[in-house]
């Protein structure tokens, strides 16, 4: 059974900085996407970042720039540094794995909030 969870979020000063990281179990990490998403109150859920297994990465617009997704196969976790955080940036976040266009497993989430 696929296991994700996530953890790092927290409370932070716009401009300020927070790395999020998602551990996952239960299978092969290496030949996972990963990907992570968030979603603020009376919002959908939204993508934020993607990585493949071969560390090619993509960015939401909203966050290109200012956020980077990484991987440390060894560790089974993906990370996700936010630096410049903005106001807007406040949602909980939850990464996720699909492998074959399928998604496996959710994150429970852990919650940013960027407020002065």
């Known amino acids: 059974q696929v296991q994700l969870v996530e953890s790092g979020g927290g409370l932070v000063l716009p401009g300020g900085s927070l790395r999020l990281s998602c551990a996952v179990s239960?299978?092969?990490?290496?030949?996972?996407?990963m990907g992570w998403y968030r979603q603020a109150p009376g919002k959908q859920r939204e993508w934020v970042a993607t990585?493949?297994?071969?560390?090619?990465?993509n960015y939401a617009d909203s966050v290109k720039g200012r956020f980077t997704i990484s991987r440390d196969n060894a560790k089974n976790t993906v990370y996700l540094q936010m630096n410049s955080l903005k106001p807007e940036d406040t949602a909980v976040y939850y990464c996720?794995?699909?492998?074959?266009?399928?998604?496996?497993?959710w994150g429970q989430g852990t919650q940013v909030t960027v407020s002065s």
């Open positions: 996720n794995l699909v492998r074959f266009g399928v998604t496996l497993g």
């Open positions: 239960g299978f092969t990490f290496s030949i996972s996407v």
């Open positions: 990585i493949t297994s071969g560390g090619v990465t």
